[in-house]
């Protein structure tokens, strides 16, 4: 008997379905000679803290046992809210344990998703049934067709060909987990607030806090540009100076205005040029909830999950993929898919381009396709419907029989000797794939004009003011989040996307394509952030997590978190063992708790929520830190008594408040910042029961 472990119960009914009729067993299938288990996703969980360290002595959470830095990793069955095993995880994991032992199994196979967190699901289910004698191979499937499951059962690797896959992805899972609980309860502790602290949320929520505070602080700036719209042969025509002008220079841009007038305007050239306008590139998952969210306003998480049914269904490949292109052995495999979809009258053809297979673009998985199982319309939902047609319209698009053909123009328009004006336009002749994915392309015609005509001009100034920047888009934060060191995201050449995939194996990407739905999901539940349609907007929590992180000295930033992201694709090339990158994160979260030393005069720490600061200026009570400063626990009675924890961009420390409290003024504080933007250094004086500066 060979047994296999599927990660769900839907994977392994669809494994059965491409063995043969199997039979319901208790918690497994058996079809000739197979025997079919599964998991639940993960039935394990690293240990928490105090399963190192012991309980507290207070039992909640406390910096006696932070940070915590285990010498060797644990894992325990998943357990619930209420700290105990989930007797459905039990049960089954005591079912895979049972069919692992048994005498009759003689070889097993690891059928977690084909992705490195399906890797180390199955891993870690076997390794702790205890069984260490059989022989251990992985079942790889870039869909569920019963037909790519026979195949693939043909052609099983030992596991051991996975073992930098699972290094990557346990690697990653400690260097979360360290992050998660050290961070998380610290930020927690000094704040008396929950503050959910990640390697990848917290720049998440960082991107969004510094795109929106820009525009909040936005000022607009008015300037003239130099615009004629005057009409030739009946036809305004639009021509748009490159030269602006600021606010008070309105009589410059007259000026100028005037001598492009005194011209004469003629079209020295005019050209056109018959091309073959090439389709979008195949889906990879952020692209495709790039095309969803600006076209159908889906949000990633909705989308995400209707791709996964798609796949679990066998219609669509594998939804986890960062590459838009196809591997090369695959192209068997596509002239297969093309047949089905022929056969629904789609003018396709097998196109063999180094555009649509390149190995070098493939790192795990390659781009979304559907499959030859299409489904009718009654069997999908509206939604999956729409994400079903997205994939395969773009598919058909690649694949399409007829070119493309258009032609593009452009004419040249000078006026005397001043200024050159080119204008652009693009007429489709042949719609060829645009048929099935427009590709966003339009006609754009030119005026009725030819070379050595002459063109009516009207120059004046018109005013116009800058313009704020956008906040992120479901796209925008995408292609950030893919290469936040790129400097133009929205100009980048979708033709040469080298840099792109360069980014993405040297692993400077924020998050990964199996992750990032879910964390940016966590920020919108932890109400840091919100998406309404497909726009993202900051949310005083999320204000409230990036401040106090800042004041707290925890700068997780993208440089961090992509130097952590490039250690995990050295494990993942066997450039670097495990120990190594999570060594970087320990170093990095140890500086978070034992920071450099601090002069008095520059001291930024403000304690922990709670902590006694003195006594009350103004009623006797006690004066405790809070969440936005040190404040009078007298306040329900009506005490106004409060120090806040920032003034002119300073950290006030508890020392300074207790200080305060205690001799009626502090020691000189640097880094002060006044509205103007300049520095300064002053202590702080009490002064009829408030906080004023002591110069």
Request: net charge neutral; proline share 4%; with cysteine.
């Amino acid at each position: 008997m060979i047994l296999i472990i599927a990660e769900k119960p839907s994977l392994a009914r669809n494994i059965a379905a491409g063995i043969g009729k199997p039979v319901r067993r208790d918690g497994y299938l058996e079809c000739d000679g197979y025997l079919i288990t599964w998991a639940f996703g993960h039935l394990f969980s690293l240990c928490d803290i105090e399963d190192y360290t012991g309980p507290t002595s207070t039992g909640r959470w406390s910096m006696e046992n932070l940070p915590c830095f285990p010498e060797q990793f644990r894992f325990q069955l998943k357990k619930g809210a209420d700290k105990q095993v989930d007797t459905g995880v039990q049960r089954q994991f005591d079912a895979i344990r049972t069919l692992c032992a048994r005498a009759d199994v003689e070889k097993i196979v690891n059928a977690g998703d084909a992705d490195r967190e399906g890797e180390i699901i199955i891993r870690l289910c076997v390794e702790h049934t205890g069984v260490k004698d059989k022989p251990f191979l992985r079942l790889w499937l870039p869909d569920q067709t019963p037909e790519t499951v026979a195949e693939a059962l043909t052609v099983m690797k030992d596991e051991s060909a996975y073992q930098n896959l699972a290094d990557e992805g346990f690697a990653r899972t400690y260097i979360d987990w360290l992050y998660g609980v050290n961070l998380t309860r610290y930020a927690t502790l000094k704040t008396g607030m929950l503050l959910r602290v990640g390697r990848v949320i917290v720049p998440i929520v960082k991107a969004i806090y510094d795109r929106d505070k820009a525009i909040e602080h936005f000022v607009p700036e008015l300037y003239y540009a130099v615009v004629s719209n005057a009409e030739t042969k009946g036809e305004p025509i639009e021509l748009t100076s490159k030269e602006k002008f600021d606010k008070n220079s309105k009589a410059k841009a007259e000026e100028y205005a005037a001598q492009l007038n005194a011209c004469e305007a003629i079209v020295t050239d005019k050209k056109k040029k018959k091309t073959t306008l090439q389709p979008g590139k195949l889906f990879s998952l952020s692209k495709l909830q790039n095309a969803l969210g600006k076209k159908y306003k889906m949000p990633m998480e909705e989308s995400l999950k209707l791709t996964q049914e798609l796949y679990e269904a066998g219609y669509i490949t594998y939804p986890r993929t960062n590459s838009e292109y196809l591997a090369e052995q695959e192209k068997g495999k596509i002239k297969k898919i093309l047949e089905s979809v022929k056969n629904l009258g789609y003018n396709v053809a097998f196109r063999d381009s180094k555009t649509i297979f390149d190995d070098s673009k493939i790192e795990s998985h390659s781009a979304l396709t559907p499959t030859y199982k299409i489904p009718r319309k009654d069997q999908l939902t509206e939604r999956q419907m729409i994400v079903y047609q997205t994939v395969f319209r773009r598919f058909a698009a690649v694949f399409c029989a007829e070119e493309c053909l258009a032609e593009k123009a452009e004419m040249v328009i000078k006026v005397g000797d001043i200024e050159e004006f080119r204008l652009k336009g693009t007429m489709i002749l042949q719609p060829g794939w645009m048929k099935y994915d427009d590709g966003g392309q339009k006609n754009k015609t030119l005026p009725p004009l030819e070379k050595g005509d002459r063109v009516e001009i009207a120059f004046a100034p018109k005013e116009k003011e800058t313009s704020p920047p956008r906040h992120y888009t479901i796209e925008t934060l995408n292609n950030y989040l893919k290469n936040p060191f790129r400097e133009d995201k929205a100009a980048a050449d979708e033709t040469d996307d080298r840099e792109e995939y360069r980014a993405m194996f040297e692993g400077l990407e924020l998050g990964t394509e199996a992750t990032r739905t879910g964390i940016i999901g966590n920020a919108i539940k932890s109400q840091y952030i919100a998406l309404k349609k497909d726009t993202y907007y900051l949310l005083p929590g999320g204000a409230y997590l990036i401040e106090e992180l800042t004041r707290m000295g925890i700068s997780m930033d993208k440089y961090k978190t992509s130097q952590l992201g490039q250690a995990l694709k050295k494990v993942y090339r066997g450039e670097m063992p495990i120990a190594d990158s999570v060594a970087l994160a320990k170093a990095e979260i140890n500086e978070v708790f034992h920071p450099a030393p601090q002069t008095p005069e520059s001291d930024t720490d403000t304690g922990l929520y709670g902590d006694e600061v003195g006594t009350c200026p103004l009623c006797g009570g006690r004066v405790v830190k809070g969440r936005y400063g040190y404040g009078c626990l007298s306040y329900k009675e009506g005490c106004k008594f409060r120090i806040y924890s920032t003034v002119c961009g300073r950290t006030v420390p508890i020392s300074a408040a207790r200080e305060l409290l205690q001799n009626g003024k502090t020691r000189k504080l640097t880094g002060f910042i006044s509205k103007k933007g300049n520095k300064f250094d002053a202590s702080l004086k009490l002064e009829d029961g408030k906080a004023v500066f002591d110069f």
